[in-house]
């Protein structure tokens, strides 16, 4: 019997994570203002919850192959939805750094926790199933930008609303708990648990993580800018770039399972990534804007469903580590989401922008020409 409830309740743990995240960054100019804190300060702390969100996610890893996903992800998502005030009841740029440190610790942790529960939901059901999970983070954020937009056009106080977010959260995650999959017991044969070892599967697939989270992370913080700067937009036609990706983003990733059933996922990800690379070399080449936000939306259709394959086979390398296997991977392709957007600012210091594209497009199809090794299929190891 399939276990849908777990896939429901992980759903849910998916698009809580996207809500709790997308209240905060929807209230950030807020909280700028409130705590007092520049551009340039608002980037250090950024950097802050991005580092601590990296130590949360080397910790969470050991603990699940301890635990089992189940209790770490419920600790995780009720202490994250319990950090997500923090922020707001801040009134200077050290209360705030200290706040998103803890908020960036306990999303690096449900980041893994998530990822290893769809994994072990994927394993029941015996088909791919692990890249609606991650439409339903971006559903959840877009929940989050529509209810955030909406609390600070009626002058709510920010304070308020993320401490009502806080309350959903945590009565969300306990709500959840029950339905999600618990550990399975170790055979009675099994070997006593060692380090897990790094191996060059696992080093490949964070290393292709890396590769399209950092093309991702372009996409984020440096389309509107592309169109705005490179082709004289304005800023609100600008935005549309951005919009256009994320919708292909989101959209896509509810049909990929489907494909990567049909295909495999080695054959799918070499595929969507070189769509990936066509579409941002398009959007560089683009002579004005309209092909431009077409071009962009073509580059998130490429990516939309190829992170999550690699996400699922790093859960699968060996059943007894999954947790530290998927931590490795994910903590790797998040330095790859954080990297990217200094990597294109660093180089436009000597080149143009679209011309720094050229680093995430060769990006798309390393992965591209890669994923058929890296996605082999392979038995799961259990020792």
Request: net charge neutral; proline share 5%.
């Amino acid at each position: 019997m399939l276990p849908t409830r777990a896939r429901t309740a992980t759903f849910g743990v998916f698009a809580l994570n996207g809500f709790l995240l997308g209240m905060w960054i929807v209230n950030i100019p807020t909280i700028k203002s409130r705590t007092g804190v520049d551009q340039a300060e608002l980037g250090l702390l950024l950097l802050v919850l991005g580092a601590m969100a990296w130590i949360g996610m080397q910790l969470a890893g050991p603990a699940i192959d301890r635990l089992g996903s189940r209790p770490v992800v419920t600790f995780a998502a009720v202490a994250l939805a319990l950090a997500v005030p923090g922020p707001a009841l801040a009134t200077s740029g050290t209360q705030l750094a200290v706040a998103l440190a803890v908020v960036g610790f306990f999303n690096g942790m449900v980041d893994v926790a998530q990822n290893a529960q769809a994994v072990v939901v994927e394993r029941a059901y015996g088909r791919p199933i692990m890249s609606a999970f991650h439409a339903l983070f971006s559903l959840g954020g877009l929940a989050a930008s529509v209810l955030g937009g909406s609390l600070i056009a009626l002058d709510v106080d920010v304070r308020v609303t993320l401490t009502a977010a806080a309350v959903i959260g945590v009565v969300a995650a306990l709500a959840l708990r029950s339905s999600l999959l618990a550990a399975a017991a170790p055979e009675p044969d099994a070997a006593p648990r060692t380090r897990a070892p790094w191996t060059s599967r696992v080093v490949l697939l964070g290393l292709l993580a890396f590769a399209l989270l950092l093309a991702e992370g372009v996409a984020y913080d440096w389309s509107t800018v592309h169109l705005h700067d490179s082709l004289g937009s304005s800023e609100t036609i600008a935005a549309f770039a951005y919009g256009a990706f994320s919708i292909t983003m989101t959209a896509v990733r509810l049909v990929a399972d489907r494909v990567v059933a049909a295909w495999g996922p080695a054959v799918y990800v070499s595929r969507a990534a070189l769509v990936g690379a066509v579409g941002l070399l398009g959007a560089a080449l683009a002579p004005n804007a309209a092909l431009a936000i077409a071009a962009w939306a073509v580059f998130g259709i490429g990516l939309a469903g190829c992170v999550p394959q690699f996400f699922s086979a790093a859960g699968n390398v060996d059943a007894s580590a999954s947790g530290t296997y998927l931590a490795r991977v994910t903590s790797m392709g998040y330095l790859g989401l954080l990297a990217g957007p200094s990597l294109i600012g660093l180089l436009t210091n000597w080149v143009s922008l679209t011309t720094a594209f050229a680093l995430p497009i060769v990006g798309c199809l390393a992965a591209g020409l890669l994923a058929p090794r890296a996605l082999a299929p392979q038995e799961t190891s259990r020792t």
